[in-house]
């Protein structure tokens, strides 16, 4: 697992312009919030493109008894650009550990790496995969897993886990997030970053994240990609092999017609052939896998019933229940996962 | 792309004592015989386990002109033990330059790091992807396209592709074979070895690895372990959507019950199941995919009549041309891949 990240958190923004860009950062703030003190953008505070937290620079920052940057944000390409370099360099000498999620990695930087001795600071890369992780067995394990899969990528996988998980502990479930992504890492303290793997081990460094478990226990495993994503399916398959889980939530994005992240337009695809490929594939290493419930993000539809309506529309269709966790709560896909458990198979 | 590899070629065959362990050598041996003055093994020479080349140590393979030791073996583990590590010191001490393609490093292993400076030899590691690959985008590119794919690991993937590519010369035909794997490579002296590629990079490094051709060019691409692996599928798919093959070659080992590699009973898929499952995914990309002809190793039906009896039952049964590449040749394959290529879409 990667290096411990220590807390308190100021979070770094780079030049974001839109809220997309910051996804890290608004996770931390939404999921961590006792651990995050401040954000910091290049450019001064926007109002729109905040996490709401008071903006701090990391002198004032680290007087406010802030231990590490995290880069909160991604760029183009995924790599640091000059600007950020300087930032980032300035956190170090604010006496400020730096954390980073993205493949770039902070270590690879020789300036930072210069910065971080002189101060006796350390770069911490959430990115990098643990040495010497297996081939995935598909051995059957024991333990319920339910994993979070989608149409498409940043369809809000990772923010239905943390919500199923918070809901099964909340009704006295024992119930674990198993982080996949950058975000899941820093919001979990730790978790394995699925896309940095080298491919013949993305299914075994999962089995590896969320092992044989106490036959009641819920490892909640957040998702990544989409199967049905030209650049990213590997992994999304990787991962639903590698989590051998009992119960699939399929999230969506209503409204959302074509893939991100795809210079080529793919269209998003249809939730029914979703739900089926899925279940195709996820039988392999786990013959009991079924989808359970759908989640659905709504955001782009202002009107609350008619959101709600969207939702009812298409559990009817598909047969399932279907919620938009940060609107509705989560407890419709709570009760299906409980519900599969107790039943037969 | 890796490092070039200098030939004349000593084939190592380390400690193996199968056939299965010492494929690469047997696959240079048969596909670049021009290359291969030699071979070399821990115990002196095994009747059985052998490519057919002379017995020749590295000092006598260096008199005899070799150029480098290719290690044209695996072990449980894929790590270099002890013995091995002695035995590159040895080629190393002799000359040679080392090349290997297995997962495990050369320049990791400081023992030979170490000689190979003092002896001003390199260590060449072919497993390594290069730098900068980018993610798969799914965009169509033109050329033709033919990716062989698998039931499992091991089940003639390669073999069929460099047939097809011989053939296709034959005919009249522009063909370039693509080797995804670490015997291809050294066959083809170059390639990507997909499974050392970090999985969000995968199937952008297939695109990579065979872009936009002439029309009429073919490219054959070595496919890799199979969609229906618990441990390998990811490499598989983003295979699959990378290569954007308009035609699928199913490649099979007759009497294979269960999948190879792996710990727990995994059988080996129905043909139909798997043809199947390939054009569902493979059209994410490449919409007039389809499964074209199915390729089977039949070496363990010793009787050649009931060999061809198998293949014409398969080719029945699925309505595919069906040939084994290495008893019968691969004239009907390239008649069906030939057919597609004329078929309107």
């Given at each position: 697992m990667p290096t411990a990240t220590t807390p308190p958190f100021l979070l770094f923004l780079g030049d974001?312009?839109?809220r997309g860009e910051i996804k890290t950062a608004l996770g931390l703030a939404r999921w961590r919030p006792e651990a995050c003190i401040g954000e910091w953008r290049l450019g001064g505070p926007d109002p729109e493109v905040t996490t709401g937290l008071p903006w701090l620079d990391p002198t004032a920052a680290r007087a406010a008894g802030a231990k590490t940057l995290v880069v909160g944000c991604v760029n183009a390409g995924g790599f640091f650009g000059p600007r950020w370099i300087e930032a980032l360099q300035e956190a170090l000498v604010a006496d400020l550990d730096v954390a980073s999620g993205m493949?770039?990695?902070?270590?690879?930087?020789p300036e930072l790496v210069a910065r971080a001795r002189e101060r006796g600071r350390s770069l911490v890369d959430v990115r990098v995969p643990p040495k010497g992780l297996p081939v995935g067995s598909g051995a059957p394990r024991a333990g319920h897993r339910v994993l979070t899969v989608g149409?498409?990528?940043?369809?809000g996988k990772m923010w239905t886990a943390l919500t199923i998980t918070d809901e099964l502990r909340a009704r006295g479930h024992r119930a674990t997030f198993r982080a996949t992504g950058q975000t899941g890492i820093f919001i979990a303290g730790g978790g394995m970053p699925v896309d940095a793997v080298v491919s013949d081990f993305v299914s075994g460094s999962v089995e590896t994240l969320c092992?044989?478990?106490?036959?009641?226990h819920w490892d909640v495993i957040e998702g990544q990609g989409s199967?049905?994503?030209?650049?990213?399916a590997a992994v999304s398959l990787g991962l639903l092999h590698g989590a051998q889980a009992e119960a699939l939530v399929l999230c969506h994005v209503v409204g959302r017609d074509s893939l991100r992240g795809v210079p080529y337009p793919y269209p998003t695809p249809d939730l029914s052939e979703c739900i089926a490929l899925h279940e195709t594939t996820a039988?392999?290493?786990?013959?009991?896998?079924?989808?359970v419930a759908v989640s659905l993000v709504?955001?782009?539809?202002?009107?609350e019933d008619a959101a709600r309506a969207i939702c009812e529309d298409t559990s009817e269709r598909l047969g399932l229940p279907t919620t938009d966790p940060q609107r509705f709560g989560v407890a419709p896909i709570v009760d299906a996962l409980l519900a599969s458990e107790r039943a037969p198979r």
């Amino acid at each position: 697992m990667p290096t411990a990240t220590t807390p308190p958190f100021l979070l770094f923004l780079g030049d974001s312009t839109t809220r997309g860009e910051i996804k890290t950062a608004l996770g931390l703030a939404r999921w961590r919030p006792e651990a995050c003190i401040g954000e910091w953008r290049l450019g001064g505070p926007d109002p729109e493109v905040t996490t709401g937290l008071p903006w701090l620079d990391p002198t004032a920052a680290r007087a406010a008894g802030a231990k590490t940057l995290v880069v909160g944000c991604v760029n183009a390409g995924g790599f640091f650009g000059p600007r950020w370099i300087e930032a980032l360099q300035e956190a170090l000498v604010a006496d400020l550990d730096v954390a980073s999620g993205m493949h770039q990695r902070l270590g690879d930087v020789p300036e930072l790496v210069a910065r971080a001795r002189e101060r006796g600071r350390s770069l911490v890369d959430v990115r990098v995969p643990p040495k010497g992780l297996p081939v995935g067995s598909g051995a059957p394990r024991a333990g319920h897993r339910v994993l979070t899969v989608g149409t498409d990528c940043s369809s809000g996988k990772m923010w239905t886990a943390l919500t199923i998980t918070d809901e099964l502990r909340a009704r006295g479930h024992r119930a674990t997030f198993r982080a996949t992504g950058q975000t899941g890492i820093f919001i979990a303290g730790g978790g394995m970053p699925v896309d940095a793997v080298v491919s013949d081990f993305v299914s075994g460094s999962v089995e590896t994240l969320c092992p044989a478990a106490d036959p009641d226990h819920w490892d909640v495993i957040e998702g990544q990609g989409s199967l049905f994503h030209p650049g990213f399916a590997a992994v999304s398959l990787g991962l639903l092999h590698g989590a051998q889980a009992e119960a699939l939530v399929l999230c969506h994005v209503v409204g959302r017609d074509s893939l991100r992240g795809v210079p080529y337009p793919y269209p998003t695809p249809d939730l029914s052939e979703c739900i089926a490929l899925h279940e195709t594939t996820a039988r392999l290493t786990c013959p009991a896998a079924r989808v359970v419930a759908v989640s659905l993000v709504t955001s782009a539809i202002a009107d609350e019933d008619a959101a709600r309506a969207i939702c009812e529309d298409t559990s009817e269709r598909l047969g399932l229940p279907t919620t938009d966790p940060q609107r509705f709560g989560v407890a419709p896909i709570v009760d299906a996962l409980l519900a599969s458990e107790r039943a037969p198979r």
